[in-house]
């Protein structure tokens, strides 16, 4: 069932298209990415379902309900962490859950927000001296104190280092675990790739693709490929014999033998057969990366 619909979405800045025809749907229960570059429209698609801007063309659905019209009840229903959240330095953490706990009818225990995000020790803490990660939990624990059914957040772990974003991760999967709908904008690859169930890539404003993270990838090229150092000469045809195998090739003295399907077993249980061990062995295949690029025309970094 779908809990939020985006129909022939048209967004302009003056004479600037930001939007231009995007369309999508996102299911009830599932971890919806929205994957671009910087500029691609990405903030624009999730304020136009926030109800923050107003669409020149298309609509949009909202748990049956549209963001312009309904905007006291979607507040209800849908909890947002922006790409850029500020609250008032001398803010507490405390102080700003209780103040958001009060903007709801049916809200969460704020209490057992912070401990769910580890904010418990930071309660008598000012906004302006948590760290980056503390303030990102915040903003998270700010977007489902009033127990939404979707909430969107908008470049959560930019800023990060590597292992805050991966606890940030963790996070966000016990949320969806708990039963709410997330879209996630992001423009970080494996981000994307580790937690969304679906992919919308969008690109000067329009929809690319829409797929699974591993449906991208297949799009493009599905194949895989392993690379070894035989310990002993091997006859190629006991490679290219293999069902899974579309081809075998010498690179110096590695083999590289490319197929599709269960690639890694078929070759291991040859080479075994064979007596043959398999130094140095590395298993390719094409990435989210390379799949966005195939799509696009560049890289997501551009």
């Not at 779908?2 to 009830?28: C, M, N, P, Q, W």
């Not at 229960?29 to 801007?53: D, Q, S, Y």
């Not at 049956?64 to 008032?88: M, N, V, Y």
């Not at 081809?247 to 057969?273: I, K, M, N």
Request: charged content about 25%; glycine content about 10%; some cysteine.
């Amino acid at each position: 069932m779908a809990i939020i619909e985006v129909d022939d979405l048209v967004k302009r800045y003056g004479d600037h298209t930001a939007l231009s025809g995007v369309s999508f749907a996102v299911e009830e229960g599932e971890i919806f990415g929205i994957l671009g570059p910087n500029g691609a429209g990405k903030t624009t698609t999730v304020e136009c379902v926030e109800g923050l801007r107003t669409p020149d063309g298309g609509a949009v659905r909202v748990c049956g309900i549209d963001p312009q019209r309904d905007t006291g009840e979607l507040r209800h229903l849908l909890g947002a962490q922006l790409q850029e959240s500020e609250l008032p330095d001398r803010l507490t953490v405390r102080e700003a859950m209780e103040l958001y706990s009060s903007f709801y009818r049916d809200r969460a225990d704020w209490r057992e927000l912070v401990d769910r995000l580890n904010l418990t020790g930071t309660l008598g803490t000012q906004f302006r001296r948590l760290s980056g990660g503390q303030q990102q939990r915040l903003s998270i624990a700010l977007a489902l104190i009033g127990n939404p059914r979707v909430a969107v957040l908008d470049e959560l772990t930019t800023g990060l280092d590597p292992q805050a974003r991966r606890d940030t991760w963790d996070l966000i999967e016990g949320i969806r675990d708990r039963g709410v709908t997330i879209v996630l904008v992001t423009h970080f690859m494996e981000e994307a790739e580790r937690l969304c169930d679906r992919l919308a890539v969008i690109d000067s404003g329009r929809l690319v693709a829409l797929d699974s993270p591993a449906g991208l990838v297949a799009r493009v090229d599905d194949r895989q490929r392993v690379r070894f150092r035989p310990s002993a000469p091997l006859d190629h045809a006991v490679l290219t014999a293999l069902p899974e195998v579309t081809s075998v090739e010498r690179a110096g003295s590695q083999l590289v033998v490319t197929g599709t399907g269960d690639l890694l077993l078929a070759v291991t249980t040859v080479l075994a057969r064979h007596q043959v061990v398999a130094a140095g062995l590395r298993v390719e295949q094409t990435s989210l990366d390379d799949a966005f690029v195939a799509l696009t025309g560049r890289p997501l970094d551009t």
